[in-house]
């Protein structure tokens, strides 16, 4: 993983995502994903099993990944410029090609 600067160390330990930093590596068992695929119903947003239907819930993510689901939201919008936000919080100049109106591309964060 690259390097991650203090500063947004200290945003995501203040969110409560820090233990998500020290995860190296997730072993993706690929026929369990092959299945889950299979079985996913894009109309109902579930799962169809042999035992009934099911979907993944917020508690589930909960559970897996220890995040918290209380608290002050992570996700906002503010209203001036997008380039300026970055330079204040991050201490970063976000170059023109990951800005999209708004909007700022991930692969940049």
Same mark, same amino acid.
């Given at each position: &993983?690259?390097? =991650?600067?203090?500063? /947004?160390?200290?945003? =995501?330990?203040?969110?409560? #995502?820090?233990? =998500?930093?020290?995860? /190296? %590596? /997730?072993? =993706?068992?690929?026929?369990? @994903?092959? $299945?889950?695929? $299979?079985?996913?119903?894009?109309?109902? *947003?579930? #799962?169809?099993?042999?035992?009934?239907?099911?979907?993944?819930?917020?508690?589930?993510?909960?559970? *897996?990944?220890? !995040?918290?689901?209380?608290?002050?939201? /992570?996700?906002?919008?503010?209203?001036?410029?997008?380039?300026?936000?970055?330079?204040?919080? !991050?201490?970063?100049?976000?170059?023109? %090609?990951? @800005?999209?109106?708004? &909007?700022?591309?991930?692969?940049? !964060?």
């Amino acid at each position: &993983m690259d390097q =991650i600067d203090n500063r /947004v160390k200290n945003i =995501i330990n203040l969110a409560g #995502f820090g233990h =998500i930093i020290n995860i /190296v %590596k /997730v072993d =993706i068992n690929q026929h369990l @994903v092959s $299945e889950l695929v $299979e079985r996913w119903r894009i109309k109902t *947003q579930t #799962f169809h099993f042999p035992h009934g239907e099911t979907t993944i819930t917020l508690q589930d993510v909960v559970l *897996q990944l220890g !995040l918290k689901i209380d608290g002050s939201l /992570v996700t906002g919008f503010i209203t001036g410029d997008v380039r300026v936000a970055c330079q204040t919080l !991050l201490g970063k100049t976000l170059p023109d %090609k990951y @800005v999209k109106g708004k &909007m700022i591309y991930l692969t940049w !964060l």
